[in-house]
Nanobody
């Protein structure tokens, strides 16, 4: 089974940017979707964005639309989440994941069967 390693988190001031990466250990099946979720302390894990691995169709949570951009590079089995105009409320552990489902079913964490270990994003005010 493919494994995921997400990276790129860190400490940034409000208004700054970070780029998260999600590297797969092998080829990702073309029918899969890669998603990004986040979880802040004391809160449930929430959907951030998703991209279908073959066609590149994209879905965003409303609270990141216009600030975050999800992308992929099939050649290196890696997905990305570019986060701009970061806010303190974006502080959370961010996780990438793979789902055999297609949009729009992939906003639920239960639809994913492979997860990265998470990378911490902290935005200071």
């Amino acid at each position: 089974q493919v494994q995921l390693v997400d990276s790129g988190g860190g400490l940034v001031q409000a208004g700054g940017s970070l780029r998260l990466s999600c590297a797969a250990s092998g080829p990702i099946p073309s029918w899969y979707t890669m998603g990004w979720f986040r979880q802040a302390p004391g809160k449930e894990r929430e959907f951030v964005a998703a991209i279908t691995w073959s066609a590149g169709n994209i879905d965003y949570a409303d609270f990141v639309r216009g600030r975050f951009t999800i992308s992929k590079d099939n050649a290196v089995n890696t997905g990305y989440l570019q986060m701009n105009t970061l806010k303190p409320e974006d502080t959370a552990a961010y996780y990438c994941a793979l789902s055999p489902r297609y949009l729009p079913q992939v906003q639920r964490s239960g639809e994913y069967d492979v997860w990265g270990q998470g990378t911490q994003v902290t935005v200071s005010s």
